[in-house]
């Protein structure tokens, strides 16, 4: 075990773990940020996606040495307060979720799809998302979702 530091939601800390646990097990389980959720466990279906230096990552497969000194931003880190990021609004507005379970998945992706490419036609964001998996078949809502958070961004109205 040893001790491993990084920036999580904004906040530096530090836990001492075995450095090939998940990152997914960290999260959860030894720091409480629960809306980031076990899925495959094999990074085929994206609910455990998270933001690592601004990258999207599937922490069911990243071993937590892998984000010593990193930045690490989960579901619970995009809102400032009570003030939701487009994207969050958009997913609420167009229902970009069913059973929710992939939901913070799919948000933490298309905030990555958005932050690499501001202005993605609707096939790019069908393509930037097509790893992230919802068995209750949002996906049109998902889409129309990003396209929307992505007209607000840019100072549009969706």
Same mark, same amino acid.
């Given at each position: 075990? /040893?001790?491993?530091?990084?920036?999580?939601?904004?906040?530096?800390?530090?836990?001492? +773990?075995?450095? $090939?646990r $998940?990152?997914?097990w !960290?999260l959860?389980?030894d720091?409480? *940020?629960?809306g980031? /959720? *076990?899925g495959c @466990? %094999?990074?085929?279906? @994206?609910a455990c996606?998270?933001?690592? $230096?601004? /990258? &999207? +990552?599937?922490?069911c !497969?990243?071993?937590?040495?892998? !984000? %010593?000194?990193?930045?690490v931003v989960?579901v &619970?880190?995009?809102?400032? @307060? $009570? /003030?939701?990021?487009?994207?969050?609004?958009?997913f609420? &507005?167009?229902?970009g979720f069913?059973?929710?379970?992939c939901?913070?998945?799919? !948000?933490?992706? %298309?905030?990555?799809?958005?932050a690499?490419?501001?202005k993605p036609t609707? &096939?790019?964001?069908?393509?930037?998302?097509?790893?992230?998996l919802?068995r209750?078949?949002?996906?049109?809502?998902v889409? %129309?979702a990003?396209e929307s958070?992505?007209?607000k961004?840019?100072?549009?109205?969706?």
């Amino acid at each position: 075990m /040893k001790p491993i530091a990084f920036t999580l939601n904004g906040v530096a800390r530090s836990v001492t +773990v075995e450095e $090939d646990r $998940d990152l997914l097990w !960290v999260l959860r389980d030894d720091l409480g *940020f629960t809306g980031t /959720k *076990f899925g495959c @466990g %094999a990074s085929f279906c @994206g609910a455990c996606t998270v933001l690592v $230096d601004g /990258k &999207e +990552v599937r922490s069911c !497969v990243t071993p937590i040495r892998s !984000v %010593a000194g990193k930045k690490v931003v989960t579901v &619970e880190g995009l809102a400032k @307060g $009570d /003030k939701l990021t487009p994207v969050q609004e958009a997913f609420i &507005e167009h229902v970009g979720f069913q059973c929710g379970y992939c939901t913070s998945g799919m !948000v933490i992706g %298309a905030t990555a799809l958005l932050a690499a490419n501001p202005k993605p036609t609707r &096939e790019q964001i069908i393509r930037g998302l097509e790893r992230h998996l919802c068995r209750c078949g949002a996906h049109q809502r998902v889409v %129309a979702a990003v396209e929307s958070a992505a007209q607000k961004m840019a100072g549009g109205k969706s």
